[in-house]
């Protein structure tokens, strides 16, 4: 509250600059004929800021603003009728696209069906092959990095490579201890984005040990590295349908929204023509 008070102290002494017979009580600054009021200025702009950086954003404002209408006055006296006009009509149908857009947008949020089905994915899936073939190669794994001199480094091993239930949640709750990990195993992600994590994959021919399913373990400065190879989707397959799940999804709301568009314009039509809003004289 104190921060607005200050500001508007300051619009309002540079305000007194004005003529005293000035038509509006509050303006800042007049370009011919169009006044900048106190209340045209965005008070979020000055948060933070102390007395005289707000003066110099307040000048900057006004600066801004009394170019903007000089270089549009400049543009009226200079520019013949034929542009003018044709600015006019683009003004026009921006702001008819700008209202109609954002009225259509409000409607389709509020009826589209965004729920969608197994055999909806399956379907868009099975339908669309070429879409879906792998760039990269994917992999699903669990890894552990520790410091090499963990006193249960061993036990950790153990559940690492058997990682029944009560080793998933065993490991999970002594996490803490480790370096990094990611024990989700269930989840496909980029085999590039794997070697960036675990600095020995980069070493060598070590990327050749994500092209096969096995235990790796691995030794660098930072640690002892444990990695457990789960599944692998090479570059040129088809994807898995859980990792392409997002694509789909989009790439059904996407013919959904164009469908209910194409069906709110429609009635949108009828019932004007219904209400007799709308009329087509022959």
């Avoid at 500001?7 to 370009?31: K, M, T």
């Avoid at 900048?36 to 000048?59: P, V």
């Avoid at 006296?77 to 600015?87: A, V």
């Avoid at 469908?259 to 009329?279: H, W």
Wanted: net charge neutral.
């Amino acid at each position: 509250m104190r921060v607005f008070y200050f500001i508007l102290v300051l619009l309002l002494l540079i305000s007194c600059e004005l003529s005293l017979d000035s038509p509006e009580n509050d303006a800042i600054a007049r370009v011919n004929d169009i006044y900048l009021n106190s209340e045209d200025i965005d008070q979020s702009l000055f948060l933070g800021l102390n007395k005289r950086d707000s003066l110099h954003q307040i000048q900057n404002i006004v600066n801004d603003w009394a170019t903007s209408k000089l270089l549009e006055d400049g543009a009226l006296l200079n520019l013949n009728s034929l542009q003018q006009q044709e600015f006019d009509k683009l003004i026009k149908k921006y702001r008819s696209d700008l209202y109609t857009s954002a009225y259509i947008e409000a409607l389709v949020k509020k009826n589209l069906d965004t729920i969608i089905l197994d055999h909806q994915f399956e379907k868009i899936y099975n339908q669309n092959k070429e879409l879906f073939v792998l760039k990269e190669d994917l992999i699903k794994l669990r890894y552990i990095n520790h410091d090499v001199n963990m006193p249960n480094a061993k036990e950790i091993k153990r559940r690492f490579m058997r990682f029944n239930n009560e080793d998933q949640v065993v490991l999970d709750t002594i996490s803490i201890q480790f370096n990094s990990f990611f024990l989700n195993d269930s989840v496909w992600i980029k085999s590039e984005h794997v070697v960036k994590k675990i600095n020995p994959l980069n070493e060598g021919f070590n990327k050749l040990l994500l092209k096969k399913l096995n235990f790796i373990q691995l030794k660098d400065s930072l640690g002892l590295y444990l990695i457990q190879i789960e599944n692998i989707a090479s570059e040129g397959e088809k994807a898995p349908i859980s990792y392409v799940i997002p694509t789909i999804k989009q790439i059904i709301l996407n013919r959904r929204k164009l469908k209910l568009i194409n069906q709110l314009k429609s009635e949108i039509v009828n019932d004007a023509i219904k209400n007799k809003k709308f009329e087509i004289y022959r």
